[in-house]
């Protein structure tokens, strides 16, 4: 499967990742990648970088570093009705959100307010990719995600870092079965995210990549594949 972009990247700005915006940019370039978004987390997690951050993007010349360089956040969706955590204001100077439930933002509700919540986010028209929808912490009626999602012009992530032995959200590879079942029934289109918090992993899908295989998802709702389709989902081009 062709893979053009990665735009779940974090960088020192959210607290407990460890490489700088140069570096994660750079490392995009070298993996040869076509285009890098940097998505930190939003100010409610614990750590978070304030709003002034997400508010200053002017100043990155986002042609200027050979590679085409996109500037988003990754929204903490707050409550069960998709509240998140920064302004309209600030929102409308980003090029893209990703909406996601942390459980230290949130606590995990029943399968019927989750997915509510998750809903209540893709209405914000500002949130383009709903993160690790897949979580297993999280119960939620995949079919009513790639149904909204579809509807409200959304992706749905397949996030690398949930399938890796190591990771946090155990159990996501499983679940992920069932969203990738439910999106082909919709024809929902996905996006495959590092949620690099380190440069080595800018760009890193080989996890996902073996998910979507098993599962064995048509590659054109897989959107890494073409950058000016990512660009024209969002509005950018």
């Known amino acids: 499967m062709?893979?053009?972009?990665?735009?779940?990247?974090?960088?020192?700005?959210?607290?407990?990742?460890?490489?700088?915006?140069?570096?994660?940019?750079?490392?995009?370039?070298?993996?040869?990648?076509?285009?890098?978004?940097?998505?930190d987390h939003g100010p409610a997690l614990p750590g978070a970088i304030h709003e002034m951050y997400f508010r200053n993007f002017k100043v990155i010349r986002n042609k200027d570093f050979g590679i085409e360089v996109l500037m988003g956040v990754e929204l903490n969706i707050l409550d069960f009705s998709g509240s998140t955590d920064l302004r309209?204001?600030?929102?409308?100077?980003?090029?893209?959100?990703?909406?996601?439930?942390?459980?230290?933002?949130?606590?995990?509700?029943n399968k019927e307010e989750n997915t509510r919540a998750i809903i209540?986010?893709?209405?914000?028209?500002?949130?383009?990719?709903?993160?690790?929808?897949?979580?297993?912490?999280?119960?939620?009626?995949?079919?009513e995600l790639a149904k909204a999602a579809r509807e409200n012009h959304?992706?749905?992530e397949v996030n690398n870092s949930s399938y890796v032995p190591n990771?946090?959200?155990?159990?996501?590879?499983?679940?992920?079965?069932?969203?990738?079942?439910?999106?082909?029934?919709h024809g929902t289109a996905v996006i495959m995210g590092s949620d690099a918090h380190i440069d080595l992993d800018v760009g890193n899908h080989a996890c996902s990549m073996e998910v979507l295989a098993r599962a064995d998802f048509p590659e054109e709702l897989v959107i890494n594949r073409d950058v000016s389709a990512f660009l024209d989902f969002i509005g950018k081009r």
């Open 167 to 185: 990771g946090s959200r155990k159990g996501s590879e499983e679940k992920a079965m069932e969203l990738l079942a439910a999106c082909r029934e």
């Open 154 to 156: 959304v992706l749905l």
């Open 2 to 39: 062709k893979d053009f972009l990665d735009v779940h990247i974090h960088t020192i700005a959210s607290i407990h990742a460890y490489s700088t915006f140069r570096e994660c940019v750079e490392a995009g370039k070298e993996k040869g990648l076509a285009l890098v978004g940097i998505a």
């Open 88 to 109: 309209e204001e600030v929102l409308q100077r980003l090029d893209y959100a990703i909406a996601s439930l942390h459980d230290i933002c949130i606590r995990p509700g």
């Open 120 to 143: 209540g986010a893709m209405r914000n028209p500002h949130v383009k990719i709903i993160g690790h929808p897949d979580n297993p912490q999280y119960p939620v009626d995949f079919g």
